[in-house]
């Protein structure tokens, strides 16, 4: 009994995935105004880790706020007062560079946002790319957007091998037990 819980602990073990989302992955950053058919600011690619990923929120010249990129989220601390202009679309893409990020399964806007306005209506996305529309919405330096970040989870080639070690262990238990 001890050897088949042990047996099922490392299973267990094995199946699970550490794998980052986006920490040490390469995130791109575009602005489109006055619609997504429109490149307004292109940033440099950026590497996701510790600190402010991005900052001229709108442009390098229209600093505005600072986007600060963790592993399961992005969060948007504003530092001036203003108002986004209407248009049918006046908002940002955070994108996959590299094609190395596990697929975007949700964006959610998380409970700390101060945002007057914003809502899940503004927030879309694919397996590769997260859409911000600020169209219209009012910001101060109080404000601070945060969205959390879900995507798919694939085991790492690691965690493969050890879900194999620990199939063949419950099947090596299994044998004895019957022999």
Known sequence: MKRTLLAISCLLAATSSNAAL??????GYEYYYPDLNNLYYSAPPTTVGDGIEFTGTYSSYYDVAS??????????DFYTSSFWSYSIFNGLRLFDINDTIDAFTSVTIDPITTMGGLSQSNITFDGDNIYVNWQALPFDENTIVKLNINGSSVP????????????????????????
């Open 22 to 27: 986006l920490d040490g992955k390469i995130i």
């Open 67 to 76: 986007v600060d990129i963790a592993d399961n989220s992005i969060t948007f």
């Open 156 to 179: 790492e080639p690691g965690s493969l091998a050890l879900l194999g070690i620990g199939l063949a262990g419950l099947g090596v238990l299994r044998r004895r037990k019957f022999v």
